[in-house]
């Protein structure tokens, strides 16, 4: 039996991941979040936060296609988490992160930061699906803070004095996550820039198959190394 004396007490209604959540209490006027929109914010703010990703663009290590390749990753991403059950588990996601990094940017993760990102995304895409979108804003308002330092820009502090700006900050939250999700990664990617011979691979997606190796008269061969990584 619910008391009705408390005031902090939480409705959740129609929790799924491709619409809206009713949240209310009997002090605040309802709100309505989408976990899916709020998700993929919260994907596009933790590779906005990693580091590696962030310098491989930056730093044009995949070539003309750098900002493309991160947008790949992201929708990758995006396709994978499509739903309340992942299509990789956490393990097959780090391996393939740190193959993708490594083919598309040719970065070698020695810090073994896929696995705190494969471990964030999971642990936002699983408190999503039970309608709690806390972590994933947290990402995106770290991420937010450490890009508006990074550009030397203060960081804006909103007002909570004025109720009606709260309810209008609320009522606008899906289409501003939205809105986050959509927008760039990394600046605007150059129009100018070729297409690659051949489309990326895709995350998880089997690597196509190599060419037979010829011997030498010597009777030497190179035999590629494979990427997937032992876990300690």
């Known amino acids: 039996e619910i008391n009705p004396m408390d005031h902090h007490l939480l409705l959740l209604t129609h929790v799924n991941m491709n619409h809206s959540v009713t949240l209310s209490s009997n002090d605040d006027p309802a709100v309505e979040i989408n976990p899916m929109e709020e998700f993929r914010a919260g994907v596009t703010a933790t590779l906005k936060s990693w580091s590696a990703l962030r310098a491989a663009v930056e730093g044009g290590w995949g070539g003309a296609q750098s900002q493309e390749k991160a947008e790949e990753l992201r929708q990758h991403l ?5 739903g309340t059950t992942p299509k990789m588990d956490m ?19 020695e810090d073994q930061s896929e696995r705190q ?8 895409h699983e ?10 804003r947290q990402a995106v308002e770290t991420a937010q803070r450490t890009e508006a330092i990074k550009n030397a820009f203060p960081v804006q502090v909103q007002n ?3 109720d009606d700006d709260e ?7 899906i289409s501003q996550a939205k809105e986050y999700a959509s927008a760039s990664l990394f600046g605007t990617a150059k129009k100018e820039a070729s297409k690659p011979a051949q489309p990326l691979r ?10 037979k190796v010829e011997v030498d008269d010597d009777g030497f061969a190179t035999v590629p190394t494979s990427k997937r990584r032992n876990r300690k």
């Open 78 to 82: 995006y396709e994978n988490f499509q």
């Open 91 to 109: 393990y097959d996601l780090e391996d393939n992160l740190a193959i993708y990094m490594e083919e598309q940017f040719s970065v070698v993760l």
């Open 117 to 124: 990102v494969a471990d964030m995304l999971y642990r936002m």
């Open 127 to 136: 408190a999503c699906v039970k309608g709690d979108v806390t972590l994933a």
């Open 160 to 162: 909570t004095d004025d």
């Open 167 to 173: 309810m209008d900050i609320a009522s606008e939250s």
């Open 202 to 211: 895709q995350l998880g997606e089997a690597p196509p198959e190599q060419n």
